[in-house]
């Protein structure tokens, strides 16, 4: 039987506690030393913990406590931009301008001209239009407040017009029958899963109708006997009712993908040429920004989104519009983007290059983790709703045995490695491993 005894008291083990208590508080301190007391009452070890044991407890508890639980980590799960793990990774330019605008006061709303009120949106303004071909732009929090902004703005009180085969779920709430409903429209179906005609549109608008929209359907596909309306088709629908036609693009993207090897996704310049009036798109999937959402089109819809009172509730702030204009200003030189950009920089690594890396770690990373590890093809995905049944050829390292143990360790590191079970083997995508010795040092720490 264990001698609570000789455990010593709160008082006696802060006396040693001078410099925790100077880095992390007094109350802090006392709770951890207090907690500790209580968990050995509770279990009784014998022998009981001298004073030096429980404080090397306490120091554990107090350094586990200040790191932060949104630390960096390795995202080697083959999933480019993953939403769980915060999608796109900034350019430098983007970090340092957010940086700048964190670290002293900016122009955000001021007039440099004149000295007079400027407008946060005028940031982006051009470098959006430039980019789009598009006649106006507003930027808000991200896409799915770009959705709802658009289609309060639109159609609130009445019928917005959506095929069946687009009603998504991007995941969580967001799906489009409750976004409608938030946004105060009245969803009108048309169609069926697999096919929409143009006359379903057509004999779909009456007096009710606020307007027409498309949704790109980012994370599925509908293959075999299917149909669907062509943008600039209901556009040129809405446009004879005299309505708008209201494209939600989901990821798009700025540049033409075929050209690092990749599948095309449509182009938000294309969406605003085939005659929609706005468009939405997210700023941190394929694009490799920020979180935000973006709004182009037509003059005068997006002047009433700016005057929308929700506009307030979901605008972006000074350091997300510096990282997003620092990220804009890449695509005004698309030859350069891929050394930039770190999106496209991961997207465009060749499988080649990525076997050549495991093959060089896997021997290294046998010792340091004493299991067993072999090199594998993988098949990397872009992720957040961009070619959704696509996949690019990677490599990787399968771990084994005890696939979930080992998973359990990797993310149990300071910088935890986050891989994903396939088969009996813990797999690690390295598409996405910044450098072989970030994995090496994530596995050393
Ligand atoms: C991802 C997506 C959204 C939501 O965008 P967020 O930037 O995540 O808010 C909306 N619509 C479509 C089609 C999407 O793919």
Known sequence: MSDLRSLPSVDRLLADCGPLIQSYGRMAVTQAVRSQLVAIRATRPDPVPDAQEILIAVIKAMAAQARSRLRPVLNLTGTVLHTNLGRALLAESAIEAAVAAMRAPAALEFDLDDGGRGERDSHL????????????????????????????????GREAIVSRGELIEIGGAFRM????????????????????HAKDYREAIGPETGLLMKVHTSNYRIEGFTKEVLASELAAIAH????????????????????????????????????????????????????AGFI???????????????KRAVRMDKIRIAATEATLRLYRNPDCLAERLPTLRLLARTEAEIRAQAERLAPRVEAKLGCRVRVTPCASQIGSGALPTETIPSAGLALTPSPEALADRLRGLDTPIIGHIHDGELILDLR??????????????
């Open 296 to 310: 182009v089109g037509k003059r005068e819809i997006i002047a009433a989104i700016n005057r929308n009172p929700l």
């Open 177 to 196: 029958p409750a976004i409608m409903e938030q946004a105060g429209c009245i969803l009108r179906e048309v169609g069926t899963t697999n096919r929409t």
């Open 125 to 156: 303004r051009g470098l959006l239009c430039e980019l789009t071909g598009a006649e106006d732009a507003t930027v808000v929090n991200n896409n799915a407040s770009a959705v709802l902004i658009t289609l309060n703005t639109l159609a609130k």
């Open 240 to 291: 004879a009712a005299g309505l708008p036609m209201v494209n939600d693009l989901g990821s798009g993207t700025l540049v033409d993908l075929r050209r690092w090897g990749l599948s095309p996704e449509p182009t938000v310049a294309e969406a605003v040429a085939e005659g929609a009036d706005v468009v939405t798109f997210s700023g941190d999937k394929l694009l490799g920004g920020p979180q």
């Open 432 to 445: 996405c491993l910044p450098s072989d010795q970030a994995l090496l040092d994530a596995l050393s720490a």
